[in-house]
């Protein structure tokens, strides 16, 4: 990028492109160039451990997958070689490139250019370039990789051998002040070393693998889980303290690391390759980057974000998405990037649809006469599938079934590349069928149909065979049986391809408005986003007033005045035209379907029926009413929340306490609660803080198990300590104890505990306790999951459609999620999700229509008795009864429908059948299961 000027709405930016000396239109990704190429230097894609060509792909998933030449050519740097230019058959190669200036006019900037790694060298300590078998978590990545230096194999740069005992080192980079760390905590590092661990032990059963951390900071939806599942794997330590690399032996080259136990002191222990998790550093060139965008940043180096809207920058018209806001997991990276559109849509809606084209798919082609020509495609999925199942031999069986007609091999079906392979193959070949053997149709399905209307035969000739979650994952120690196995589901798919059917989709109309239930700060954002947008919103909330739990909160970790932003935005909804309130809102019902929803609410205003395109759930939660430490049998053992209303109210019994003791994890991380309530720690900091400067005598202790002050809160969690605000660890078999007595003639509250820094029990005599109560889903999910159907998690949160690729989306389409309603989180975070479901709803509302899916039931009116069953099964209310003249016969409404077929399970003549799943294509496909050819 050279240069932007303009303002929102009307910036010019200047591009500047360089040269890739590879004509793209002819270059047609075959590698000859490559592999002729003399060149060889460090692959900077596979973090330099393996060697690439002065041409080449950048990664197998490049798009567009093209060559481009870099500055390592001969060619470029003495006018030398010219080996790719005569071996090219496209002619693709192009040494005239020169860099060209591109200027583009466009309303609106979104900033996401991500982070860089912490580079260890910098720390002499750590030995990362001088100890050959001590490698980053990058570049663990891409050792795990079946696109990597070894294609998926774990070994060691010294000797090529397969490690067999690993260590893991948390926090490097993070949680340190010097002048080459991060004070603050890089978010991500626990999780992705969990992954790691994971993945090597699929990888070799028997590596024994050690994690080396501070705190596990397992703070998002299902991540306490995911430890636990990493905890139980055999031959798997978690050991909690600080480690220095000392030295590597010299005829192994093994690695030595020093650390210390509460048990066996300091130990220094050898393992064949340490790994470093490194932390996250703002991205290379963000002063440039700042000054060219007209952006502030904050002292570590990303964007400085405004709590009310963490996507705004300093410059109107900028705005921000990604790991730039400040460190942050793919879910969550998701959520910025889904509320960073919908701010430029907000932005930019007088333009809506002004440049936009549709898509022409060539016209159908009638195939329905023709025997059937199969094509089988089957995925690598890298090492998912690859390292497993037998690919090649899977290819070549598939050749011998019944009308396959051609079979190939693809490293990854689902990129640009193959996708397109696919397409062109289906016209070259003639085929009118097509199986992809590959991962779950949950996600790729769309994709892979789309290939096959972009070829001109019908989408419903195409059939999945799962040969990942199926096959390759649950059978990850059975390679021989896992491609025995493989065969088998592609030989039951063709047999079931072989029968297929054309169906039709159908075009329904949308109803432009949207209902938003739940009135705190995620569904006020996200109605006042929509209408903002020019859509009329509902928007209901159970409670007198809006607000939601935020009106419990004062202020934020950061100075964010609560109460003033939540009454800011009450008035703005309130002032706002096309938003309606309804307060003591209750849904009595809820029916329709996909941009044409119906609710029926009872509230102050009385019954309404409220016709709407899209819902948002954004219910919010409720905090756990804890049994535990005296609470509710004296008066001194309070909630955070009811200690944080005792600060703001400057309580006089609390300004005369001399010790207060706040104890975490009360309610959760637990057999009946198991997931971390994510914002404890970062309250009970701010409840610290906000006591110890107004009473700064005050003896504050913090009972902790882990402390998840995870992001820039780390600095806050510094600044207690710095504070004197003692930080004492217990574990959950040994948690604190509690009793009411007295002590030096006054009547307090002892809390007793085992402190592992000095190895002895202690007793701490408290005026007041603090509870760090959980937050819990509210009780009326399940019925409003019932009404909307949507599914619920197990810890009733509502379930997302996919965590990482639809996390705002519910798998019933035209119904978002947003705010803590998902899962417990910070006000900037909640914003950031509710913009996100606003964008996502859009998508629906900013259309004319929406197409739903051609696998629906229907009935044979002849064979139907009128008995009712399928009605009493449809769970969605899309079969009725119609007069006929042979009596009341069942009849589908194919728009409610969903396909998934418990009517037809229920129906006792075999009238109703499912498009798509018909009797004929199941029972063929159980006969290829049971009689091999």
């Not at 192994?252 to 002191?265: C, H, I, L, M, S």
């Not at 649809?353 to 006469?369: A, I, N, Q």
């Not at 009360?666 to 309530?677: A, L, P």
């Not at 009238?911 to 294509?921: G, N, P, Q, R, S």
Request: aromatic share 8%; proline share 4%.
């Amino acid at each position: 990028m050279d240069e932007v000027v303009g303002e929102a709405g009307g910036f010019n930016v200047t591009l500047v492109k360089k040269p890739r000396y590879i004509i793209e239109d002819k270059c047609t990704g075959c590698g000859t160039c490559v592999e002729y190429c003399p060149v060889e230097y460090p692959d900077q894609y596979n973090q330099e451990i393996s060697d690439n060509k002065a041409v080449h792909i950048f990664f197998s998933q490049a798009v567009p997958l093209v060559a481009y030449v870099d500055e390592t050519c001969l060619y470029l740097k003495e006018k030398k070689c010219l080996i790719c230019e005569s071996v090219c058959q496209a002619e693709a190669i192009d040494f005239s490139q020169k860099p060209e200036k591109v200027e583009i006019n466009i309303g609106a900037i979104i900033l996401s250019v991500g982070f860089e790694p912490f580079d260890p060298s910098v720390k002499y300590e750590y030995g990362y370039g001088r100890l050959e078998n001590v490698v980053t978590s990058m570049d663990y990545e891409r050792l795990l990789a079946a696109t990597g230096p070894y294609e998926g194999e774990i070994l060691r740069a010294s000797d090529k051998k397969h490690p067999q005992k690993i260590a893991w080192i948390q926090c490097i980079g993070s949680r340190r002040v010097s002048d080459v760390d991060n004070s603050y905590c890089s978010a991500v590092c626990c999780t992705y070393t969990q992954k790691q661990v994971i993945l090597t032990k699929d990888h070799n059963a028997d590596a024994a693998c050690t994690i080396f951390h501070n705190d596990i900071r397992a703070y998002g939806k299902d991540f306490e889980r995911y430890f636990h599942r990493t905890d139980d794997l055999d031959q798997v330590r978690f050991i909690r303290s600080y480690v220095s690399v000392v030295r590597e032996t010299p005829d192994e080259k093994n690695v030595v690391v020093r650390y210390a136990t509460a048990d066996q002191g300091v130990k220094e222990e050898e393992f064949d390759m340490v790994v470093l998790s490194v932390g996250l550093n703002p991205p290379t060139g963000n002063k440039e980057i700042a000054e060219m965008f007209g952006i502030e940043l904050n002292h570590h180096g990303f964007n400085q974000t405004n709590p009310a809207n963490p996507m705004e920058t300093a410059t109107p018209g900028v705005f921000v998405s990604g790991a730039f806001q400040g460190p942050m997991d793919i879910p969550e990276s998701v959520f910025t990037a889904s509320g960073a559109g919908d701010q430029c849509g907000e932005m930019l809606d007088y333009r809506r649809w002004k440049l936009t084209r549709d898509r022409v798919y060539p016209p159908e082609k009638d195939v329905s006469s023709e025997e059937p020509r199969i094509g089988v495609f089957v995925c690598h999925c890298g090492a998912n599938i690859g390292r497993v199942v037998n690919v090649p031999s899977t290819v070549e069986y598939a050749l011998t079934l019944p009308n396959v007609v051609y079979a190939q091999e693809q490293l990854f079906s689902c990129a640009t590349n193959s996708a397109k392979e696919i397409t062109d193959t289906i016209k070259e070949k003639g085929l009118n069928r097509v199986v992809v053997a590959a991962c779950s149709p949950r996600t790729l399905e769309p994709l892979f149909r789309d290939t096959l209307r972009e070829a001109g035969i019908n989408q419903y000739y195409y059939e999945m065979a799962n040969i990942r979650e199926h096959c390759s994952w649950v059978h990850s120690k059975e390679k021989e049986l896992a491609t025995e196995k493989a065969k088998d589901i592609v030989r039951m798919s063709c047999a079931r391809a072989n029968f297929l059917r054309p169906l039709q989709e159908i075009d329904l109309p949308v109803n432009k408005k949207a209902l938003v239930v739940g009135g705190g700060i995620a569904g006020m954002t996200c109605a006042l986003s929509i209408a903002n947008q020019g859509h009329e919103v509902y928007l209901l909330e159970k409670e007198a007033q809006l607000g939601g739990m935020a009106r419990r909160i004062h202020s934020t970790l950061d100075g964010m005045d609560v109460g003033a932003f939540v009454d800011d935005l009450v008035k703005k909804v309130y002032k706002h035209l096309s938003i309606h309130v309804y307060t003591k809102a209750v849904i009595t019902e809820a029916t329709g379907y996909v941009g044409n929803f119906v609710t029926k609410v009872e509230s102050d205003r009385g019954k309404a029926r409220i016709e709407h395109g899209a819902s948002v759930v954004a219910t919010g939660v409720d905090v756990y009413k804890p049994t535990e430490y005296l609470y509710g049998e004296d008066e001194r053992v309070l909630t955070h929340l009811e200690l944080e209303e005792k600060i703001h109210q400057d309580d006089e019994d609390l300004q005369k306490a001399k010790t207060l003791v706040m104890i975490q994890c009360v309610g959760c991380r637990n057999e009946e609660r198991n997931y971390c309530s994510r914002i404890c720690c970062g309250e009970s900091i701010k409840n610290a803080l906000e006591l110890k400067k107004k009473k700064p005598e005050m003896d504050i202790y913090i009972l902790y198990r882990d402390m998840r002050t995870y992001g820039y809160m780390e600095d806050y969690y510094r600044e207690a300590s710095e504070m004197d605000i003692k930080f004492v660890r217990y574990e959950p078999e040994a948690p604190p104890q509690v009793k009411a007595t007295t002590s030096e003639g006054r009547e307090v509250l002892q809390v007793g505990l085992m402190d592992y820094v000095l190895g002895m029990e202690i007793a701490i005599d408290a005026d007041y306790i603090a509870l760090a109560a959980a937050v819990v889903a509210r009780e009326d999910n399940k019925e409003l999951a019932q009404k909307f159907k949507i599914s619920l998690g197990p810890d009733d949160f509502y379930k997302e459609a996919h965590v990482k690729l639809r996390p705002v989306d519910f798998a019933t389409e035209g119904v978002y999620l947003c705010g803590t309603a998902h899962y417990p989180k910070y006000i900037p975070e909640t914003i950031n999700q509710a913009y996100a479901a606003a964008g996502r709803a859009l998508t629906l509302l900013g259309h004319d229509i929406v197409t739903v899916s051609g696998s629906v039931c229907e009935v044979e009116e002849n064979r139907c008795m009128g008995c009712g069953a399928c009605i009493d099964a449809c769970t969605y209310g899309a079969i009725e009864f119609r007069k006929t003249k042979t009596g009341k016969k069942a009849v589908v409404n194919p728009v409610i429908c969903k396909g998934d077929g418990l009517c037809n399970a229920k129906c006792p003549t075999g009238a109703i059948y499912l498009k798509h799943f018909t009797d004929e294509e199941l029972v063929n496909q159980i006969d290829a299961a049971v009689f091999k050819a």
